[in-house]
């Protein structure tokens, strides 16, 4: 959102329908505006995601159920871009707290880490903010696919992601840097209807975690859609402008 300071900015450079434009222009393309603000609690695990109420997920250190520990659901389409702004701290064992990036453990699949229930393994940190994408059917089964290595920096500060459906992926805070740098895309695979968020721990292990998340989602418009407004609001300043000039 751009301060009144800049507004004032604007008007004072450019005519006032060319002002109209450009703060537009800088609004839609200074980061998400989130359609949804969501809580990601500490308690939730991924290997739940889409599963039936009663559903064990048995770990090494403990179990989750459906629906207490389930991730947040969040409802997509297919080919849809998504980005995300992400804050807060959760803690997987109350000795050490971390911010969605995580970091208290480095690397989570050391503890046995999936797959499960048709969701396959995660390799990156702990306390981290993740994503599966699911179509419309029910996961079951021992495979999955593996996620990309989010414990090296080269795979978490990429600008644009297009994981598989069953697939756990780095989300973090949404930022290419640690609470810095462009704001990254996610593509929702085809057949993709659900995509579910959680905080990373190992399978079965998210009882009795602390903290939580705030995330916002946001589509990000299509590149014909963006033209489409901008060109709109360029005519909308152009019949300004003439109507100014042909005023008595």
């Known amino acids: 959102m751009t301060s009144p300071q800049t507004h004032r900015a604007f008007q004072g450079r450019l005519p006032g329908p060319l002002a109209a434009v450009a703060l537009a222009v800088m609004v839609m393309t200074a980061g998400p505006a989130a359609a949804a603000t969501l809580t990601v609690s500490a308690t939730t695990d991924i290997w739940l995601a889409g599963q039936a109420d009663g559903t064990v997920a048995m770990g090494n250190f403990g179990s989750d159920t459906a629906p207490g520990n389930s991730p947040v659901l969040v409802p997509v389409a297919a080919g849809a871009v998504l980005q995300f702004a992400a804050s807060g701290s959760t803690s997987v064992d109350a000795s050490c707290f ?58 978490i500060g990429q600008t644009s992601y297009a994981p598989a459906l069953h697939q756990i992926f780095f989300i973090g805070d949404g930022q290419t840097g640690l609470a810095t740098g462009a704001f990254q895309q996610f593509a929702a695979p085809a057949g993709a209807t659900r995509l579910y968020l959680a905080v990373a721990d190992s399978y079965g292990s998210s009882t009795g975690n602390l903290g939580s998340l705030a995330v916002d989602v946001s589509a990000v418009p299509e590149p014909g859609s963006l033209a489409l407004m901008l060109s709109g609001l360029v005519a909308v300043a152009a019949l300004a402008g003439q109507r100014k000039k042909t005023a008595p």
């Open 98 to 155: 971390a911010g969605p990036d995580g970091g208290c453990y480095p690397d989570e699949s050391a503890f046995g880490v999936g797959p499960a229930n048709g969701i396959g393994t995660y390799q990156g940190p702990s306390n981290a903010l993740l994503g599966v994408f699911l179509g419309s059917a029910t996961p079951s089964g021992m495979g999955g696919p593996a996620s990309m290595d989010f414990t090296q920096a080269v795979n």
